[in-house]
């Protein structure tokens, strides 16, 4: 493994359904991040792991949004109750104080969400 | 709060050319990092260069340097000797040097490299 998967990478769903999305990082990693990309924006910073306590979370991270990392490793984000407006690409990256420094992160392929 | 703005939406440059895309931030912390990164249309990022604001020096990477201005708050990115592998999106992007480290990015400006 070189770098960080996400699965799936398209997913089209119906409004008011529910939705997960799993991300793998780099194996020594232990800083996970999830961000958010609408069309023609820069992702948006949503949650921050480290190691497997959620340390911070964006305003832009409503209840119907949560996010987990059992055990420090992969980590899940789930959406309920989708709506339109959640369209987007979700993009997952990880990075280390030990390995690289903190300051750079590796992002995956993202998940491209379609709420219909 | 911090923002980061690139004024320019799209861009395009002649093959072998070079070209500089531009970025402002706003911020009050004294430690912090900069970048560009580089999404292709397979949409994965990429990072292409990072600086530290504490350094003085501009940094470079190969074809690519930065023009550093920490007064003015501006950080531009120089792309010399322009690749059709260069056509991508552009993100420039602020990082505190503490606590979560996470980016806060521009809007992006569409670089298209022409043959």
């Known amino acids: 493994d070189t770098g960080v998967s996400q699965d799936p990478r398209h997913k089209i769903t119906k409004r008011g359904q529910n939705v997960t999305f799993r991300c793998d990082p780099i194996?020594?990693?232990?800083?996970l991040y999830w961000y958010r990309q609408t069309l023609g924006q820069g992702p948006e910073f949503l949650t921050y792991f480290q190691n497997e306590a959620q340390l911070e979370k964006s305003r832009l991270l409503s209840d119907r949004f949560s996010a987990e990392r059992p055990k420090g490793s992969f980590s899940t984000l789930e959406i309920q109750r989708t709506e339109q407006g959640d369209s987007a690409m979700y993009l997952c990256a990880s990075s280390s104080l030990l390995a690289g420094g903190p300051w750079e992160q590796f992002f995956g392929p993202g998940t491209r969400l379609t709420v219909l | 709060a911090q923002t980061v703005t690139q004024s320019q939406p799209e861009m395009s440059v002649q093959e072998a050319e070079t070209v500089t895309l531009s970025c402002t931030y706003d911020t009050s912390e004294n430690n912090y990092y900069l970048f560009w990164y580089k999404q292709p249309p397979s949409r994965q990022m990429i990072l292409v260069i990072r600086q530290e604001a504490y350094k003085q020096q501009n940094a470079t990477e190969n074809r690519f340097s930065v023009n550093f201005q920490k007064a003015a708050k501006s950080f531009s990115l120089k792309i010399s000797d322009s690749q059709l592998g260069d056509t991508a999106m552009y993100f420039c992007a602020f990082m505190r040097a503490s606590g979560t480290y996470k980016y806060i990015f521009g809007t992006g400006t569409r670089l298209k490299v022409l043959a």
């Open positions: 194996s020594e990693h232990n800083r």
